[in-house]
């Protein structure tokens, strides 16, 4: 069975509304729940940037859901720190917790004062990253000399087994690239074409375990309303690599993004007040591959979403 979750965006929400919403979630049905990790949100009008790392000790407390959450390693966070960080967070939650691993984008990544690489860098970088977590998660002492230094670490708190490591690409060729050394991928919705494409090169290259997306969408009772908390919230996202790799600033995404129109956020944000057109387009995912789905309400009020697709869209799914 498809497992169905919701996508915590604390680059919209402050922290403790979020511990709030994936309560609910859990208490309306869904399956599991993943977390954005940002330093910076991409529009002034979204408003927030809470730490993810701290959050999900609190989460995965409070709930007894499964956790993800997408990183990226090797410039604003040491591999090492990484490591640490999930394997505590493993050692806390035996069997709850993986992390997706990514390049990243410079509006997180261009605090530290460093320049910012060019997109085969950065690949490299990660491909470096993912080696000495591993190690690291393995109990091995750990020195490194590359694009990221290491000397002797080693982590004293581990879990018996150690979490997933998911690559995270939106595509075809690093999909395929991940296959080398990813336990799954996630990716963002898009059209069926394109996500066919993306898991036949996974899958193609060899590559194992879950197959995730994250879905982006907008509901409320009324159609006008979906699409206008659409366009408030979601406008400054609608732009694909390398724009949304490498603007440095909240101010700027905001800028570029004055003229954007609700249309075009509709051609990447699943915009409906039909419930059932929804759970349909849900079921079109699952039957390209995926067998996880993480939904995003792109809105800032999450509860009023919750409990719809808690009770009409998450049953109509599954049967």
Not at 189 to 195: S, T
Not at 273 to 281: I, N, S, V, Y
Request: aromatic content about 8%.
């Amino acid at each position: 069975m498809t497992v169905i979750g919701v996508h915590a965006s604390h680059e919209q929400i402050h922290p403790s509304r979020l511990l709030d919403a994936v309560r609910r979630a859990e208490e309306v049905g869904f399956d599991a729940a993943m977390s954005s990790d940002h330093f910076s949100p991409w529009s002034e009008r979204q408003g927030q940037s809470g730490f993810a790392w701290s959050w999900l000790g609190a989460a995965m407390q409070a709930t007894g859901l499964p956790f993800g959450v997408v990183n990226a390693p090797g410039q604003r966070y040491h591999p090492a720190i990484i490591a640490q960080a999930i394997g505590t967070l493993g050692a806390m939650y035996p069997g709850r917790f993986w992390a997706a691993l990514g390049t990243g984008e410079a509006s997180n990544e261009h605090i530290t004062g460093e320049g910012w690489p060019r997109k085969d860098i950065r690949s490299q970088r990660l491909r470096e990253c993912v080696d000495i977590i591993r190690a690291l998660l393995e109990g091995d002492e750990v020195s490194h000399d590359g694009l990221v230094t290491v000397d002797r670490a080693k982590l004293w708190t581990r879990p018996a087994e150690p979490p997933k490591l998911v690559g995270a690409a939106v595509s075809v060729e690093t999909a395929r690239w991940c296959a080398e050394w990813a336990d799954g991928l996630i990716t963002v919705n898009a059209p069926a074409e394109h996500l066919r494409k993306m898991v036949d090169a996974y899958r193609g290259a060899g590559g194992i375990g879950k197959l995730a997306l994250q879905v982006h969408l907008s509901w409320a009772p009324d159609q006008d309303r979906a699409m206008a908390v659409a366009h408030e919230q979601w406008r400054s996202n609608v732009f694909g690599p390398p724009v949304c790799w490498d603007l440095e600033t909240a101010e700027a995404f905001d800028v570029v993004s004055e003229r954007v129109t609700p249309e075009q956020v509709a051609a990447t944000v699943n915009v409906s007040a039909d419930l059932g057109l929804h759970a349909e387009t849900l079921r079109g995912y699952a039957d390209l591959g995926f067998d996880e789905l993480y939904l995003h309400h792109v809105g800032q009020e999450l509860d009023e979403f919750l409990d719809a697709f808690g009770e009409r869209v998450l049953p109509e799914v599954r049967r």
